[in-house]
């Protein structure tokens, strides 16, 4: 099956100006996740979407960052406006459900990421 | 924040077997162990999960201890392209009412070498 699909692989802009990155889930796949991963730590969760509805954004910078997945398939994230820090690479997953309500398990399928640098 | 445990790094002869020790002593009766890693460039990859019970696939073995407080990873005959960064997942977040929300620590840098 086709895997998580990201887009672009690669971006470079200026401190301030703005960012959009494409996420397409597996098909079939009710969750989709976005993730930030810094220069030699772990990935963190920004926001996670159950079909097009959010479940946890806890994590996301409101100030700056927004995500929408209108027809509960793919998604964009978008940093408006970037900051150094904001420098990472950006992860997208996705998983046939969200878990809720039971201890199963679910498998997240994770893309290649977007590796954004702000200069 | 993660409530793994995990040392830093290692290293592993290509060919050997690899154990990759995780401490989670928070852990609670009804939640599994996770691992996951990622390769230099890619998106982390699952690898296998536990209860209680010891578990095997075609990637790896999970051993957990009884107390469930801890739990090692086994790669029986690591190759180089096993070289990764591996990640026990922090298990309060991984499944159940937590929506399979994934917390990532550091994690262990393996490095197979010829």
């Known amino acids: 099956e086709a895997g998580v699909a990201q887009s672009p692989r690669y971006k470079i802009i200026e401190k301030r100006q703005s960012v959009a990155f494409w996420c397409n889930p597996i098909s079939g796949h009710a969750t989709l996740y976005w993730y930030q991963q810094i220069l030699g730590q772990g990935p963190k969760l920004l926001i996670q979407f159950q079909n097009n509805g959010v479940v946890d954004d806890s994590q996301l910078p409101k100030d700056r960052f927004s995500a929408e997945r209108l027809k509960g398939v793919d998604s964009t994230l978008k940093i408006q406006p970037a900051k150094l820090e904001d420098s990472a690479v950006y992860l997208c997953?996705?998983?046939?459900?969200?878990?809720?309500?039971?201890?199963?398990?679910?498998?997240?399928?994770f893309g290649p990421g977007t590796r954004l640098t702000v200069l | 924040d993660a409530k793994t445990t995990q040392p830093p790094s290692m290293d592993c002869a290509e060919g050997r077997a690899a154990n990759l020790p995780c401490n989670h002593s928070?852990?609670?009766?009804?939640?599994?162990v996770y691992w996951y890693r990622q390769i230099h460039s890619q998106g982390p990859q699952y690898i296998i999960h536990g209860l209680k019970n010891n578990e095997t696939n075609e990637m790896a073995s999970l051993i957990i201890t009884e107390d469930r407080k801890s739990s090692t990873l086994i790669l029986p005959h690591a190759t180089l392209r096993d070289t990764a960064v591996y990640y026990c997942i922090d298990p309060a977040n991984a499944g159940g009412t937590s929506y399979g929300k994934l917390t990532f620590g550091q994690g262990t840098i393996l490095t197979v070498h010829p």
């Open positions: 997953a996705s998983s046939l459900m969200g878990g809720g309500g039971s201890y199963s398990y679910n498998e997240q399928f």
């Open positions: 928070t852990i609670s009766g009804n939640e599994y």
